[in-house]
């Protein structure tokens, strides 16, 4: 059961923390990074404005039948407030170069302001203007308050029906002020840990293409089978409730990254591991109403080698990446491994993940997830869809670790049988309330509720008859929800629910799961 901690006394409802980015310090129900009342126009003046280079009548509409207001030429930018983050770092957001003609409602400036609080190094940016030199010239500022930058992305201590097991990750946003970001991250249990370096550079060598590196090695077991377990293996490591699968992984990923109009993210990347799996050469369980082989995950036997392209798309335009409002994030993602690439595994793996957040009056939001995922081929386990990362009531994995043997079944159908699979799709709503907006360690607490629906199985399933189960109960489908808060701190964002509660404690859990 997961467990994230700031002490141990609130320890039964805390979720991993990620980093508190974009939501500014002084930001009310109405007021933060997305309201439009904040942001029209884009900056304010600190001084009576010049006189225009072109005024709204002079100028044409826009494509959009805007009529433009009055525009000014830019002499030059200045940055205020930026005491650990380069200057260059700062003017990368600012679209517009110095001696373009622009106006005070420009949708690059808004732009620029939404991208500088999401990068989670500053927790307000304001924006103004000022006379130029010259008539009709202006001069951009860019007031920033920076965010402690060396952060908790993850600590947690927890247990499950198996194994006790905790986690630590921490990470720099902006190493030395350079706006590269580093990690690193720990995980173990017994006869478990694993380890993961990342390295992020948005702008390589000062270039609009990215640089990213991760490193991973996990010295692992996962858990196969249903009931009444039969294994044969040299180790013998099987139980009565689950046969066990050991294994070690050694690789990483390297790829560049594209930004294009602000919103759009395009990655490329070469993943490498190594994998040396002790397979057990047969085992049996009792599944789908009789004695059925156990598959292993697709694990290769010994050494192997995993090699893989993958190709990412990204598009966020929403106005937080901790306590969102409004906006859409959609993510496309493909991963092919092949022999052509000298990998032992031949699979394709596609994703799509799209959430829309819808703003209601006083702060108040609704969240629309999608989720549907496709894999052709037989890809290891850990690739897998797992049941844990759509089941509240099941833990996830940590860095890809599974420590858990529970399986979920709310409505009692055929979900039970499942856990790694090549078909997923899920469906949620989230209702989110704001409940404190602030200064100081704490900046936003919201509260939220949530209800969804998902499904899960093989390809294979869907061929074959659920000896068993009869009417709905042979949709592979299940119900999950949690209810909570959320708190925006200066160390990130920590999630207290219902479903972290029922996930600490083995034996609600249980109930809970199945």
């Not at 055929?414 to 799709?425: C, F, H, N, S, V």
Request: proline content about 5%.
């Amino acid at each position: 059961m997961r467990l994230r901690l700031l002490s141990a006394l609130v320890a039964a409802a805390l979720s991993p923390p990620v980093l508190a980015s974009a939501q500014p310090q002084d930001a009310g129900p109405d007021t933060g990074a997305g309201a439009t009342e904040e942001l029209a126009p884009a900056v304010t003046w600190t001084e009576e404005p010049t006189e225009a280079v072109l005024s709204g009548t002079w100028a044409a509409p826009e494509e959009d039948g805007r009529v433009p207001g009055p525009k000014y030429a830019l002499q030059k930018i200045e940055i205020k407030g930026n005491d650990k983050t380069m200057r260059s770092v700062i003017s990368r957001y600012v679209e517009i170069e110095p001696g373009e003609v622009f106006a005070a409602d420009d949708p690059r400036l808004v732009r620029a302001r939404y991208r500088m609080l999401a990068s989670g190094l500053f927790y307000d940016v304001q924006l103004y203007l000022k006379r130029g030199d010259k008539r009709g010239w202006v001069v951009l500022v860019v007031d920033v308050k920076e965010r402690n930058t060396i952060v908790v992305q993850d600590i947690m201590a927890g247990f499950s029906e198996i194994t006790p097991y905790g986690s630590l990750d921490v990470a720099d946003r902006s190493f030395l002020g350079s706006g590269i970001s580093v990690s690193a991250a720990v995980v173990a249990a017994a006869d478990q840990y694993g380890y993961r370096l990342r390295f992020n550079d948005s702008h390589f060598l000062d270039s609009d293409f990215g640089l990213h590196f991760e490193g991973l090695y996990a010295h692992a077991r996962d858990y196969f089978g249903r009931e009444h377990i039969q294994v044969e293996s040299s180790t013998g490591d099987s139980t009565r409730d689950y046969a066990i699968l050991r294994y070690d992984r050694a690789g990483g990923r390297l790829g560049t990254g594209y930004t294009m109009l602000g919103d759009n993210f395009f990655s490329l990347d070469y993943r490498f591991e190594i994998i040396n799996a002790d397979v057990p050469v047969a085992g049996s369980n009792y599944s789908f109403g009789e004695t059925r082989p156990i598959e292993f995950g697709h694990l290769l036997p010994g050494h192997s080698i995993l090699s893989a392209l993958s190709f990412g798309v990204l598009r966020d335009t929403r106005d937080s990446t901790v306590l969102p409002s409004e906006g859409a994030r959609t993510a496309f993602d493909v991963e092919l491994s092949t022999e052509v690439l000298g990998s032992d595994y031949e699979y394709s793996k596609f994703t799509l993940a799209y959430d829309h957040h819808f703003p209601l009056r006083s702060g108040h939001s609704i969240k629309l997830h999608l989720f549907a995922g496709l894999i052709m081929g037989d890809a290891p386990f850990f690739d897998q869809f797992f049941v844990g990362d759509f089941s509240a009531f099941v833990p996830a994995r940590v860095l890809e670790m599974n420590f858990s043997h529970l399986a979920p079944s709310v409505l009692g159908t055929t979900i039970k049988e499942m856990r790694y699979e090549d078909l997923a799709g899920s469906i949620g709503l989230e209702y989110s309330l704001p409940f404190y907006r602030g200064q100081g360690f704490f900046y936003a607490v919201n509260g939220f509720v949530g209800l969804g629906v998902f499904a899960l199985c093989s390809r294979e399933d869907l061929r074959t008859d659920p000896k068993g189960y009869t009417g709905f109960q042979v949709v592979p489908m299940d119900l999950t929800a949690d209810l909570g808060v959320r708190v925006d701190t200066e160390i990130g964002l920590f999630v207290f629910s219902f479903a972290n509660l029922v996930r600490l404690i083995p034996d609600i859990g249980e109930e809970m799961a199945e």
